[in-house]
C-alpha cells in the first residue's frame, strides 16, 4: 500500500470519527508487531501536518524471555530513529489464570500510570479490520448486547482506536513498501487462548466454507451497532435526568417505578451509565449485572448487589442507589440530643424537623404519613436522643400492650440486615418512642386527654427540604408554635 494513500484514508477516518485535533498529545501503544509498528509509522508522517505531539510506550511482559526481550529492543530501535520518546516498562503477570485478561489489565495500568504523570491527551492503540471482526464474533458467542456487538469502538474515553478501516495485510504491504520490519509474537499461535482460536480456526473455516467477506460483514455489523449504541446512549440520558433522584460521583439513585415501565434495553442504558458515574470504567458492566439489577427491581423489600470495581446497587423502598459501597450513614456520629429548642437536626440519612405544638397539626398526605409523626408531647421526656439501634433494645409498637425486641420486629417487618443499622432510633432515656419510618411506640401515643403535641418529620437528605411545613397554618387544623 503507497504511504500516501494510507495517509489520506487515516486522515479521513480521523476527521469521520472526531478522533485526533491539532495539535493533540498523543501516547502510541507499540509492541513492536506489524499492526502497531505501522500505527507508529503512520503518525511520524503526520505529525509536522498536525502539529502532534507522540509518546510511545512499550510494555513488556516477559512472558516469552528472548523473544520479549528482542520486542523492546525493535521498538527502541524505531523509536530512536523516528525521534519519538518512549517509555518501557517492564512488569510480570502473576499465573496462566486469565492471561490474556490479566495482561491487557497490566497494559492499561501502565497507560493510565502514563497518563496521570504526563498529562497527554489520548491513547492509541492498533486495531485493525480483523480484530474488529474477532471482537464482534467473540461477543456475539458470548450473548452480548448492543455494546458489545459495536465491537472495537473509534474511540472510548481517551482511548482511540485510527486503524480500525485497515486490513491486517493492507498494514504489511505498507510497511513491507517501506522496508520496515516488524516482530512477530509466536503466541499469537497457541489455541489454548480463545483469540486465538478463532482467529486461527474458526474464522478462517466460516471464511472458507460459508462467507469469504465475513470479515467485511462483521465489521460492517459492528458499524451499525454502534450507531444503535449512540442512538440508545441519547435516549437514556433523556430518561436518566427524568428518573434519577441524586447525582453525584459518590452515588446515583434512581426512581424505580418509572423504570419499571421501560424496557429492559432501555434500563441497561440507564445502570450502565449509573454504574461508570461511579466506577469510573468505561467497560465491565454486562448484561448478567442488568439481570441481576432487574431482579432486585421485582423482589420484595429491600436487597444489595455486588457489582465490579467495588460498585453496590441497592434497593431501598422505592429507589435504587448505586454507590462504592453498602449504604451508611452521611453523619458518623451515632447518637445526638435534641432538646426543647431545637427545631431540626440531620442525623444519619435524614434530615429531621420537630414542633410543639397546642393545637392538632393537618394530618400528613398520606404517602409521607411513614416519615411523619404526631405524638402526645407530656408523654415523653425531654431532651430526647436520636441514635442508631443496640444490642436489647426493645418497645411497645403502636397498638400493643407488650414489649417486642427490636430484632424480632425488623424481622417481622422484612427489614433486610444491611439496613437496620441505619434506621434512626428516637429513645427518651425511659423508653425507645419512635422507629423512624416504622412505628411508633404505644406509650406516646396521643389520646383524648391530649393537650401539648410534638410533630416530627424526617424527610430523606436527598429529597429537597420542604420548607412549607414551617409555615404556620389556618383553618380546620390551626396551629400555633409555642
Known amino acids: 500500500m503507497d504511504t500516501g494513500l494510507a495517509l489520506k484514508r487515516l486522515e479521513a477516518y480521523l476527521d469521520e470519527k ?45 512472558l516469552r524471555a528472548e523473544e520479549s526481550d528482542a520486542d523492546e529492543t525493535a521498538v527502541k530501535k524505531l523509536c530512536l530513529a523516528w525521534n519519538v520518546p518512549l517509555i518501557v ?142 442512538l440508545m446512549t441519547i435516549r437514556s440520558r433523556q430518561q436518566q435526568r427524568r428518573h434519577t433522584l441524586e447525582s453525584s460521583p459518590a452515588r446515583q439513585i434512581l426512581e424505580i417505578e418509572p423504570l419499571l415501565k421501560l424496557s429492559q434495553v432501555e434500563r441497561y442504558y440507564i445502570f450502565r451509565h449509573a454504574f461508570r458515574v461511579i466506577s469510573q470504567k468505561e467497560t465491565d458492566f454486562m448484561a448478567s449485572h442488568v439481570n441481576a439489577i432487574d431482579e432486585i427491581l421485582q423482589s420484595q423489600g429491600s436487597k444489595v448487589i455486588s457489582l465490579p470495581h467495588g460498585v453496590k446497587v441497592h434497593k431501598i423502598y422505592g429507589e435504587l442507589c448505586f454507590s462504592r459501597e453498602t449504604p451508611r450513614t452521611e453523619v458518623q456520629e451515632t447518637s445526638m440530643e435534641i432538646d426543647t429548642d431545637r427545631a431540626r437536626a440531620v442525623f444519619g440519612n435524614y434530615r429531621f424537623t420537630f414542633r410543639y405544638v397546642r393545637n392538632l397539626p393537618a394530618p400528613p398526605e398520606p404517602e409521607n404519613q411513614h416519615l411523619q409523626i404526631i405524638i402526645d408531647a407530656e408523654k415523653i421526656n425531654t431532651p430526647f436522643t436520636i441514635r442508631f439501634r443496640q444490642p436489647g433494645d426493645r418497645f411497645i409498637p403502636f397498638g400493643m400492650n407488650q414489649f417486642k425486641k427490636l430484632k424480632e420486629f425488623f424481622i417481622d417487618e422484612k427489614v433486610p440486615k444491611f439496613e437496620r443499622d441505619l434506621i434512626p432510633i428516637l429513645d427518651d432515656g425511659e423508653k425507645i418512642f419512635w422507629i423512624v419510618g416504622l412505628r411508633i411506640d404505644n406509650r406516646v401515643r396521643r389520646d383524648e386527654g391530649s393537650s401539648r403535641f410534638l410533630h416530627i418529620v424526617a424527610e430523606p437528605l436527598h429529597v429537597k427540604p420542604n420548607r412549607a411545613i414551617h409555615k404556620k397554618k389556618r383553618g380546620n387544623y390551626e396551629s400555633d408554635e409555642l
Open 18 to 62: 472526531q478522533l485526533v485535533s491539532k495539535g493533540d498529545k498523543l501516547v502510541l501503544g507499540v509492541s513492536g508487531g506489524a499492526d502497531s509498528t505501522a500505527l507508529l509509522y503512520l503518525f511520524v508522517q503526520l505529525r509536522p501536518k498536525l502539529d502532534l505531539s507522540l509518546l510511545a510506550v512499550h510494555v513488556n511482559h516477559q
Open 89 to 230: 516498562r517492564k512488569i510480570k503477570i502473576g499465573n496462566q489464570a486469565s492471561l490474556e485478561d490479566q495482561a491487557r489489565k497490566a497494559r492499561f495500568k501502565v497507560f493510565d500510570e502514563v497518563m496521570a504523570n504526563y498529562h497527554y491527551d489520548k491513547i492509541a492503540l492498533a486495531h485493525h479490520r480483523e480484530d474488529q471482526a474477532e471482537t464482534v464474533l467473540i461477543n456475539l458467542l458470548r450473548g452480548s448486547g448492543i455494546n458489545g456487538l459495536a465491537g472495537i469502538k473509534p474511540q472510548s474515553g481517551i482511548v482511540i482506536h485510527p486503524l480500525l478501516g485497515f486490513s491486517r495485510s493492507e498494514l504489511e504491504k505498507l510497511l513491507s513498501q517501506k522496508t520496515i520490519g516488524w516482530q512477530t509474537d509466536n503466541s499469537n499461535q497457541d489455541n489454548s487462548f480463545t483469540r486465538n482460536r478463532i482467529r486461527n480456526d474458526l474464522l478462517p473455516k466460516l471464511r472458507s466454507e460459508y462467507n469469504p467477506s465475513l470479515n467485511d460483514h462483521l465489521c460492517s455489523l459492528a458499524e451499525i451497532f454502534l450507531q444503535v449504541e449512540q
